[in-house]
């Protein structure tokens, strides 16, 4: 038997997919076997938990760790790296019929999952630093139009049609009691890491549609007139500076360390 096959079969094993590796029967009847399964289990359902934490705390401890199992166990991690785990909690959260009645919760975990991912992104190479005002005061109005820019690495955005998901997330993550009664509006959320820590910023659709063309490639005129095409009354000066003090755009000719 190939080692590959074995492996395969074992993982399966692992998660109670035994049928798919019936010469392991002998091994799964073992107790040590069940000790070692539930111990791979409860470590997927722990990172779970820690790499989503305002869900956590949106839900309890107990309703996320019995989502966590279902998760884990349909979709095991691809490798040892449990800080990334659960890139997919999210979408699985919308067809998860015992979140049905928290619509929200998906969005809730599309920006713990954001938080992940700017947490761990790749820094810009040091001779192009994050652009900051003083970049921009810098260039001429003739050029200014045809600048390309692109996010940070760790620039991370979302945007949420139907629930304040950044206001909910944004409460739990620094603590706060959201104030009542709560808008029930679409909100967007702005993610970076200008320094050592993730930060995050309240975003508008224009923001978002901005930050969506810049990573299309598109120069500066065209993210702009994107951004006002989705709201028309946007002062973009002061949005360009909002991303600029937020450290989340760099140069085109910048690449990741």
Sequence with gaps: MQLSAFQDGFSAALLGHAAQAPWLSALECQPGFAVYRNTA?????????????TVCQLVGEEWLRAAAGVFARARPPLDGLLVDYGAGFADF???????????????????????TECHLAADATAHTPTLGRDWLAQQTPDTLPL?????????????????????????????L??????????????????????VWHP???????????CAQGHALEAAATSALGVEPTTDFAALINTLLDAGALIPTDSRPC
């Design 147 to 175: 600048m390309r820019l692109r996010p940070h690495p760790a620039t991370r955005w979302a945007w949420s049609d139907e629930h304040p998901a950044y206001t909910l997330w944004q409460s739990h993550r620094d603590g």
């Design 177 to 198: 009691t959201p104030k009542e009664p709560l808008e029930w509006t679409g909100d967007g959320a702005l993610l970076t890491r200008p320094h050592a820590e993730v």
């Design 93 to 115: 959260l919308t067809g998860f019929a015992p979140a049905a009645e928290l619509p929200y919760l998906s969005a809730v975990a599309r920006l713990d999952r954001c938080w």
């Design 41 to 53: 289990l409860k470590g997927c359902i722990d990172a779970l938990q820690a790499n989503y934490p």
């Design 203 to 213: 975003l508008s659709r224009a923001g978002v549609a901005f930050l969506d063309a």
